[in-house]
């Protein structure tokens, strides 16, 4: 489901260039449950970000659901994100002036599902997350783990294809975040989603089936997590 | 050099209140390096909020550095926050247009200290967090885990008496969590700042000498850490 050959990212100006990501090879089949880990610093957001089409390669090709990215126009390209790929940020980027249930049914508002259908899936999962009761506060009168829980249930709610998730548990405990991880493990097990995220945490990682490690914007390790 | 009886902390409109303090007794010895924990939603921000003066009690006694807080002009607050307190936010709040070296050297700045003393202090700082080379860069030009950082760096440039700091490592790989945490503690332990900290990660908890335990708005442990 993602496709990348020779992906480099440069970010530059004035002379001083950045070499973000330096040549990425990586295959994702659709289904797959993995985790990438990395120092801070190494590239893990930039690749989310061309992954999910936030951000354009400098050279190489990113294919994803069969669909080389840079050829797509901006309308199919954010047609593709809105409708195969959910997103969940490392600062969430909830909007203000939404509420918690507004926020996390926007997507399915964009895809035109009614009101009563969205707001049933969506109450559901905002229950499943530890969220009840909280549906019409506003994201500044939440803590910082439960904005990142209405992150992840706007990007988990349309079940996607494929969902990229940047440290979608940095701001929990231990307890909630093996919650978070079992609901989205469900939603790979019994609904085929495909789970891509970032994770600073050992006992996340040890959770995925496998696991990408990146080092100054290269893959320095790819392999299957050792059963048990 | 906190001292704090019967706080609590109300959230409240339109007749839904939120018990987000409720009932917190805690002193905090100079010199301590304590860590603490609770789930998401427990209150740990709303706690160090307080403290540091961002936000107001509902009721109970706050103490800080031998001033009660609610006597406090808002003048004086500032400037006991200014002097006094170093801040470190769970979602950093840097200036968006400052670099990473203004950014770093902001309380320096505003407390007079020299151009040439702060930014000699600072850049050694930020090379000590791995920040070496990026002071000219942006906030939106660096990872999440090095605007951490760069937070970190400024909070703890002016050597305050004491620093609270909102779940610091939540954005950073585990190396460059250690190599933080050494360099809290060796500042605590040459320059006697006080650091009082939450985290949701069990190895920054074993680094403290003494861990607080938050549940529900109220203190549910609180005792030293077993050495080795
Ligand atoms: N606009 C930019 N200009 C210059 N450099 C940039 C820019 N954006 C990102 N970078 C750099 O690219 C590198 C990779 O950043 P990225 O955000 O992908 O790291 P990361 O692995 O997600 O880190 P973290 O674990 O801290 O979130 C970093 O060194 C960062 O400073
Ligand atoms: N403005 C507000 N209005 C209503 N409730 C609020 C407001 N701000 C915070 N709360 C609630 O107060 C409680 C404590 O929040 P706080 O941010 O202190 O938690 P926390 O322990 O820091 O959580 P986390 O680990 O997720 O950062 C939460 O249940 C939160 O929803
Ligand atoms: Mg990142
Ligand atoms: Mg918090």
New binding site residues.
């Given amino acids: 489901i993602v496709n990348i050959q020779g992906l480099t990212k440069d970010y530059g100006q004035n002379g001083v260039v950045t070499h973000a990501l330096r040549g990425v090879d990586l295959t994702i089949e659709s289904g797959e449950f993995t985790a990438m880990a990395g120092p801070s610093g190494s590239g893990k957001s930039t690749l989310l970000n061309i992954i999910g089409g936030l951000d354009r390669p400098t050279t190489g090709r990113v294919e994803v659901n069969g669909q080389e990215l840079n050829r797509l126009s901006s309308t199919k390209l954010s047609r593709l994100r809105r409708d195969r790929i959910g997103f969940i940020f490392q600062s969430y980027n909830l909007i203000p002036v939404l509420t918690v249930l507004e926020n996390a049914e926007y997507v399915l508002m964009l895809q035109g599902v009614s009101a009563a259908q969205r707001r049933e899936r969506v109450r559901d999962l905002l229950k499943e997350v530890g969220l009840e009761g909280?549906e019409d506060?506003f994201p500044?009168?939440?803590?910082?783990?439960?904005q990142q829980r209405v992150a992840i249930t706007r990007a988990i709610a349309p079940e996607p294809a494929l969902v990229l998730a940047d440290e979608p548990t940095a701001?929990?405990?231990s307890k909630t975040a093996i919650a978070l991880l079992d609901l989205m493990r469900q939603l790979n097990e019994e609904k085929g989603v495909t789970f891509f995220f970032s994770t600073h945490d050992p006992n996340v990682m040890k959770q995925a089936r496998r696991l990408v490690l990146l080092r100054d914007g290269r893959i320095s390790r790819d392999g299957g997590m050792v059963e048990g």
Wanted: proline share 0%; hydrophobic share 25%; glycine share 16%.
């Fill in positions: 909280m506060r500044r009168e939440l803590s910082g783990g439960q701001n929990v405990d």
